[in-house]
């Protein structure tokens, strides 16, 4: 079944002329030339000085020192794997993308899951989000879906986010947890930053230390667009569904196989694949008209907000399979280059600040993770189908482009290519209507941080809560200065009295008074008390 998919993969085809296999071959310098001996550098004499004209000792060291490239500055541990996509009707009332409207398309994927606080070499088994993203390379282009195993997120806006993982990453003076939670700057970020509690509210159950990559939900996180070939357009929230289903382990467990394999997961994964077991998801949407957009008491652009699937249920629209491991972790798993712009004709975006801030982070990571404007030629990135335009040279240019011309409009013919219409598939930014004033300040409707916190809460069977209790206090319990598990107690409080007095008995805390107004820090000094009534009012 892998070799067949490995034959049929449109991807992979794509991938095989960089392949490399030497088995059997003749070891060779950068330059083709054959290598006799590949074990003693050349020597002045038997028991002489190096040479500097050692051509073959200073190429292969000279590429050894140059091996590393920075890790992710988030998300840096991660595991990746090739497979397939099919929707099962088509989509067209909603989008005209291609892979979700022809059920008889099979779209290659290549999957990274992830932790985001530990580097490259920690555990598996760490409690902290996991990253789930997907590149699907389409018949019209790529379309990154670049989500989380929870369908929330810390921070409202992403000019937030260089704060979030400074508090969130080992600490500065000694580099210390490798773990998202049990520590001081973590935890006084959130207890100053109330926006985070529905979020860690995820963090502390149980989904913060999932059983298996195959086991695990995935989220778009953000409200998308679909937009069809009439040009309208639905909101959209993406899902991914594990046919295994849900499962955690418990944090004993998770603490005694951090010991015993940091590489669980990775494993885990590698081995159901290379065993056939392959594993699957199902793609979930939830959609939401235009017309309903101020239908709900929360924000559709408020990414600390989920919408409750008894209100929109998740559609099941397709599944994907997981079902050949990568030949180089390095060139495949490391190099891939994930991007929430990157999106095809008939999925576009929302105006929610934190995906609009996504939208400027990765392509400028990327360039400097991978080294320079042509990441987007490195056998894994690149799309299936064929890439025109104007762009020219950079570090390690690969494409040799044809033609003089590399401007347009031009005269002389050559290297410039034509521009597509709507009509052709071409991509035609969605024409929502914005007349605004120009404004930093955060709206109203994303002030509520609280009620969807206690919904997940009360959610929770008795055991899971119980787990929950404990994860706070274990990892406040971490926290060295008091004043700090004090205010995130005072948090609880606005979420459930009885898990904020759980946790406070555990610490051997006092349990504040709810203060009558929830504390909302997103608030500036100085702001007009009319926009700042709690939402809703
Ligand atoms: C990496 C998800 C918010 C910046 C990642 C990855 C995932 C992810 C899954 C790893 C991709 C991979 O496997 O290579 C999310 C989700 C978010 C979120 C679901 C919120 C809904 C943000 C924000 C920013 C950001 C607000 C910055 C403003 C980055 C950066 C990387 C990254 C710089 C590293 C990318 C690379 O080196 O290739 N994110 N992220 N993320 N994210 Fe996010």
């Keep these: 079944k892998t070799i067949k998919a490995l034959d049929e993969n449109k991807k992979i085809e794509n991938l095989s002329p960089d392949i490399e296999d030497s ?39 000279t590429h050894f020192d140059h091996e590393r490239i920075p890790e992710r500055v988030v998300h840096a541990r991660g595991s990746g794997a090739h497979g397939v996509f099919r929707v099962y009707e088509s989509m067209e009332k909603y989008t005209k993308a291609g892979f979700l409207t022809d059920p008889s398309r099979e779209t290659p994927v290549f999957v990274r899951f992830s932790t985001v606080a530990g580097s490259r070499g920690s555990t598996d088994l760490a ?7 997907t590149k699907f390379y389409t018949d019209e282009g790529i379309f990154d879906l670049v989500g989380n195993n929870m369908p929330v997120f810390f921070i409202q806006d992403a000019l937030k986010f260089p704060d979030l993982v400074h508090a969130v990453k080992p600490e500065p003076h000694n580099e210390i947890p490798q773990a998202a939670s049990a520590h001081d700057t973590f935890w006084d970020f959130i207890s100053l930053m109330p926006e985070s509690t529905h979020m860690v509210m995820w963090l502390m159950s149980d989904r913060a230390i ?6 695990m939900e995935g989220f778009g996180v953000h409200t998308f667009r679909l937009v069809n070939a009439a040009n309208e357009s639905h909101f959209v929230k993406f899902h991914w569904k594990p046919l295994l289903g849900v499962h955690s382990v418990a944090w004993d467990e998770a603490q005694k196989i951090s ?3 940091p590489d669980f997961h990775r494993r885990d994964l590698w081995e159901a694949i290379e065993s056939g077991n392959f594993p699957e998801w199902e793609l979930g949407v939830q959609i939401v008209p235009e017309a309903d957009e101020h239908k709900f008491d929360f924000d559709l652009l408020d990414a600390t907000k989920i919408i409750p699937e008894e209100l929109v249920p998740v559609q099941r629209i397709g599944k ?10 390095f060139a495949e798993t490391e190099q891939a280059a994930f991007h929430i712009g990157h999106v095809v004709p008939g999925i576009d975006f929302t105006n929610d600040p934190l995906l609009q801030g996504r939208l400027f982070s990765y392509t400028d990571t990327q360039l400097i993770r991978l080294g320079g404007p042509n990441f987007q030629e490195i056998p894994i990135n690149r799309p299936i189908n064929p890439v025109h335009n104007n762009q020219r040279d950079g570090y390690m240019r690969q494409t040799i ?14 290297g410039d290519p034509a521009q597509a219409k709507a009509a052709e598939g071409g991509f035609t930014s969605y024409t929502e209507k914005i007349s605004a004033v120009k404004i930093r300040e955060r709206s109203r409707s994303f002030f509520d941080h609280f009620s969807q916190a206690t919904l997940f809460y009360n959610s929770q069977s008795d055991p899971e809560k119980q787990h929950l209790i404990d994860a706070f206090r274990f990892e406040l319990g971490k926290v060295e200065t008091v004043a700090v598990r004090q205010r995130m107690v005072g948090i609880l409080t ?11 008995h555990g610490l051997g805390l006092e349990v504040p008074e709810m203060p009558e107004k ?13 926009r700042y009534e709690p939402f809703p009012p």
């Design 23 to 61: 088995t059997g071959e003749i070891i060779t310098t950068n330059t083709g030339v054959k290598i006799n001996d590949d074990h003693n550098s050349l020597k002045a004499g038997d028991r002489g000085p190096t040479l500097m004209e050692d051509f073959i000792f200073r190429e292969k060291i």
């Design 127 to 133: 409690r902290d989000v996991r990253g789930f993203a």
């Design 210 to 215: 999932p059983r298996s990559f195959r086991m």
């Design 259 to 261: 010991g015993k394999d």
């Design 320 to 329: 994907m399979t997981l079902n050949r491991n990568p030949d180089n972790f």
């Design 401 to 414: 482009n044809r033609g003089r011309s590399s401007y347009s409009p031009n005269s002389l013919g050559g």
């Design 494 to 504: 606005q979420v459930d009295k009885d898990l904020a007095t759980q946790v406070a």
């Design 518 to 530: 929830p504390i909302n820090h997103s608030v500036p000094a100085d702001a007009d008390p009319e």
